[in-house]
């Protein structure tokens, strides 16, 4: 069965540290995507990339990184620099244009001890 | 420029029918996303219209006026397992592949 996938489902931080979050989908979509969602509120997008090598910031990029050098793999590093990373991070995949709309993973859920 | 708005809480009662109203600000809008989302789960796709009118899937529809920047979603024979957050998320017609995304509206079902 084609998905994406993302682990680990729960993460925890301590100050200073980098972390990475691994997204992988196997449904040979073009763009994947990177939100983060704090409690009761909306999704904001971090990173976005269309194609392999690319990616383009989006509106709370500050404080991560993100590679797209394959693409079924788009992982996102979260930085000591991002001050408040506490947060649940969706992955999501589409197969372009949004028209198909998104596929997302089950989240990652990060805490900061 | 690019907004979207919707209620941010509703509640309603088991068996009932209840709308959650979306309106949209977006440049080069294609089409319009529904989404549902229970609590630290991944959002899951409702429906998506492109058309003007009402699309109608089991319990639940959704319906767009492109004229008027205005979606909803019609959830009928409510279940307790409705309550969820729903989000309504809109693409564009040009080279960007992101949609864009309400901040969602949480419905509480009640016995």
């Known amino acids: 069965d084609g998905g994406i996938t993302q682990s680990p489902k729960y993460l925890f931080r301590k100050e200073g540290q980098n972390v990475t979050l691994s997204c992988e989908q196997n449904?040979?979509?073009?763009?994947m995507y990177w939100y983060r969602q704090d409690p009761g509120q909306g999704l904001r997008l971090i990173y976005y990339?269309?194609?392999?090598?690319?990616?383009q910031k989006g509106d709370i990029a500050e404080g991560y990184s993100v590679s797209r050098e394959k693409k079924e793999s788009f992982p996102l590093t979260v930085t000591s620099a991002q001050k408040n990373p506490t947060a649940f991070y969706l992955c999501?995949?589409?197969?372009?244009?949004?028209?198909?709309?998104?596929?997302f993973g089950s989240g990652t859920r990060l805490t900061v001890v | 420029g690019q907004n979207i708005d919707q209620p941010t809480e509703m509640t309603a009662t088991e068996g009932a029918i209840v709308q959650i109203n979306c309106t949209y600000q977006?440049?080069?809008?294609?089409?319009l996303f529904w989404y549902q989302q229970h609590a630290g789960e991944a959002p899951t796709f409702l429906s998506y219209?492109?058309?003007?009118g009402l699309e109608e899937k089991g319990r639940f529809s959704s319906f767009l006026s492109r004229s008027k920047g205005y979606s909803y979603l019609l959830l009928k024979e409510l279940q307790m397992k409705d309550s969820a957050s729903y989000l309504c998320?809109?693409?564009?017609?040009?080279?960007?592949?992101?949609?864009?995304f309400g901040s969602g509206t949480r419905l509480l079902v009640r016995p």
């Open positions: 999501a995949s589409s197969i372009g244009r949004g028209q198909g709309g998104y596929t």
């Open positions: 449904l040979n979509h073009d763009a």
């Open positions: 990339s269309q194609i392999v090598n690319d990616f």
């Open positions: 977006t440049s080069g809008f294609n089409g």
């Open positions: 219209n492109v058309l003007d």
């Open positions: 998320a809109a693409s564009r017609m040009d080279s960007s592949y992101k949609l864009i």
